[in-house]
Every structure is written in structure tokens, then in C-alpha cells.
């Protein structure tokens, strides 16, 4: 039997692999140790816990060991990273270029920076969701210390040309941040393929647990460093103070050598099911899915229903968890900033709607998920004045609003 | 958030959708918000010669909050003489369906498509429109 309501806002988090929770447990009890204490075996066991976590997570993006330092989760790696290259680098330029669909955490860190002197470059990205290279290289100047691009949307999951952008930072002499929560564990992201200087990532994007992330800071061709944003104890190489995380260390350190050995095919049985559920919700009328189709991350779909409000369509589905680019909640009334950056007009923010699937969603819960969502598109149309005008022919922008 | 039993119940079985004609001298139409603002209201009412409205309709494009203010305006404007129809405050509508502080907006947009329906009304047939208060969103 089918459980309800199903689970389909993966984007936003993912539920932890009961494998990772098995690999935690004794980290709590019987191997509580710290890591950082060297003179006794419950400090060794912790930190063999911790270094077998570190080549994990290196493994999956193809770096060493070395270069992985421990966070509190991507917010605070997107921090470290912006905050920590222009402290470091500051001297050289204070320039940065990032994009406007990019996540709260690098914007507003980059808004932070301004404030202390730096000069940001927000670039616009084009309609299907990717920069404009050229944009890119017209951007750079000679004070240029950092791009820090995401691989993936978390919002409608477009995919970056991260070589080329990484190519273009070096050429202008300037180091190339990503983040890539959305992307790492789920595509194959390689910081010596892509070019990648700094990377951030998370434990509970990918099936681990909430409260810890990564940073990896490049060692060799350029050795990076950024300046630590935390001062006390001098661990993770004196860019991150604050006793380990053990557990959620060595539970991130499982969730990436899961995705290592079963990404592959994961994304080859969700790509199916999402172009599926994509084909079968396009046979509405006038709905439209936002962002470039081939380059995208293979579990997101992000869907307008023109002339149906998001957040009134998600409680018609109230047996799916998703998510809408609709924010009606907010005091603003402003919908999705991602989706408006991509040039979409406001009453198709406000229809969106995203849905994340993940590596426990079955060909069921999708079958299941069509139906219920083409029912509440119709049920929400029939009483939409906006669809009956459409119907009616009548353009909605000739129409004079009573703006609010 | 968690909606209220009545807005679920006004947003799964809402009270008198649909469309009356706009050109009849008896029917006054309301057509308030904006799409680029998630929210459209349009509420009509049939008046009959002692001025009580006999009929109302709504179409909403917007979130259960609205559906419901909407579906329930229509509800209250049934009966009602188009004068005691402009007492309705937004707030009553609040109050009837709980609506949290950030969807006073919605209750607000009910209101002004009950005055503008029945600004359209008076207009129709010769009588001065209403002053309305300024829009409060």
C-alpha cells in the first residue's frame, strides 16, 4: 500500500540512509571520545572515526584528505569560504563575481563583505538558468580574487558549466568557489576534472545527517587557504576551531561513500521517473518547466501551472510534500527570487512548483503523484478567474490591475 | 503553517463558484489583486430591485487563505441589502476563519472585491460609486 503523504522536497533535505545511522551509533556511546585527545584510546578511536570519514568525503569529489575540513553544514562552509578567501586575499583585490540564483548563504555572506570594503559582482543568469560565459569574462577584473558560482540550482537543479567558469577564474588569476550541495552524491563532481579551488557540501542533502558539512580547501596548484572565521583550539588545520562532530562526521563520511558506489545508477532510475512525471504534467495545458532541460541535476523537477497560485495548488496536494516558488507566507508577497532571475514573470513564480525525488521514491509514489497533482491543477483552475479569461481569450496584460 | 478547519473546509468544498453574466444591469463585478501578486479575486452579485442581493459567485487565483475569504464573502453577501453588504470588514472575516497575521492580506482582498462589486452595482444603475478607503495593502 501506498503511504501518505510522500515525500518529494529531496532538494530540501533528504531522510538519513538507515546505513548511515548504523555507521553513527557507536559514536555516541561507546566511542564517544574526542577526537582531538591524543593520549588515550577513546581520543584514537574518534579520530580513526574521523579520518576514515575524511578519505570518504574526499574520495566522492576526487580530492585528498587532506583538504577536507569539517563544518556545521553548507551555510557555514559557503561562509568560511567567502568570508575566509577575501580575508586571506584581500591584499591582491576585492573583487568577487557570484550569481543571483544563488543560495541565501553566499549571497548574503557576499553582502556581509561589502560592507568591509568588497565590490561583488552579482551576475544575471540567462532564462534556462546558466551563466552567460561571456558575462562571466566581461566581469573579471584585475581585482578579481574569487568567483564563487553553485554547481547545481537548489531551486530548479540547472547544472553550471563549472569547467569553463573554473578556466575563466584562472585565467584572470582569481580562485573559484562552489557550492555544491545540491550536486555532490547525486552527479559526478571532480575537483581536479572541474577545476574547483573551494567546494561546499552537506551531510543532509545526500542521505546523512543534519548539523555537519564540509569545506574542501585545494592544496596544491594553487595551495589554498582562507583565514579561519571561528578562533579557539586550531583544529581542522586552523581554518575551523571547535571539537569535532564525530558522529555526524562519520555519518557524512558513509552518506558519501554511499552515493560514491550507487549515484550512478540511482540517477538513472530518477532521471527516468522525473521525465516522467515531468511528460505526464506537461500534458497540462499551459504548464512549463523551468530551467534548462539538459543540463540538470536527475531528481528535480521545477514546474509552472500558469494561472494556478503555488501555495493554494500545494494544499490541494496535501498528500505529497513539495515545495513552491510562491511565497505568499512571506510578508513581501515576493515570489521566488531564483525563478524571477531566471526572467519569469511573476505570475509563473507564483505557480511553481518544485518537486525533489530521492533515492527512497518509487515509480508508485510518482504514478500517484501525477494523478493527484493533475487533479488539483484542474480543481484550482475551475475556480481561477485567470484561467477562465485565458479560456475566454482575453490577454491578462491588457488588463489594468489593482496593483497592492 | 496549519490552516483552520474552516479554511480547509471552505478551500475543499468552496460555496458558490462561478460566473454570473457582467453585462446585465443587475449584476455588479469586483475584480481586485494581481496576478504578479499571487492573488486575484473576482466576486459578483446579483442585486434585485429592493437593492438585496439574491446571487453571488467568486473565482479566486491565490492560496487556501483566499479561496476561503472569498468563498466565505459570498456566503455572508447572500441575503444581505447591498448597504448592510458594505458593513462586512475584513476582520470579521478574520475572526470567522482564523486566519494568522500573514494572511490578513487575503481577508483584506475579500473586502475590496465586495466593495468594488458593489461599486459596480451603483454605478450601473445610477448611483453614485462609494468612496472606498484606501487600498491597506
Redesign the interface.
Known sequence: MLKTPIYLDNNATTPMDPRVLEAMLPYFTEKFGNAASRNHPFGWAAEEGVDYAREQVAKLIGATEKEIIFTSGATESDNLAIKGVYEMYKEKGNHIITLTTEHKAVLDACKHLEKLGANITYLDVESDGLVDLNKLEAAMTDQTILVAIMYANNEIGVIQPVKEISAIAHKHGALFFTDAVQAVGKIKVNVIEDGIDLLALSGHKMYGPKGVGALYVRRKNPRVKVTSQMDGGGHERGMRSGTLNVPGIVGLGKACELCFNEMEEEAIRLSALRDKLEKSLTELEESYVNGNPAHRLPHTANISFK??????LM??MKDMAVSSG??????S?E?SYVLKSLGL???LA?SSIRFGLGRFTTEEEIDFTIESTKKAVNHLR???????MFKEGID?DS?E???? | MAYSDKVIDHYSNPRNVGTLDKSKKSVGTGLVGAPECGDVMRLQIEVDENNIITDAKFKTFGCGSAIASSSLATEWLKGKSIDDALTIDNMDIVEELALPPVKIHCSVLAEDAIKSAINDYRVKNGMPAIELEKSHH
Do not use: K, N, Q
Not at chain 1, 382 to 388: G, I, K, M, Y
Open positions: 494561472y494556478v497560485e503555488g501555495e493554494g494544499m490541494a510562491s511565497a505568499c507566507t512571506s510578508a508577497l515570489p514573470s511573476d505570475d507564483h475551475d475556480l481561477s478567474p485567470l484561467w477562465e491578462l488588463i490591475w489593482a496593483a497592492h
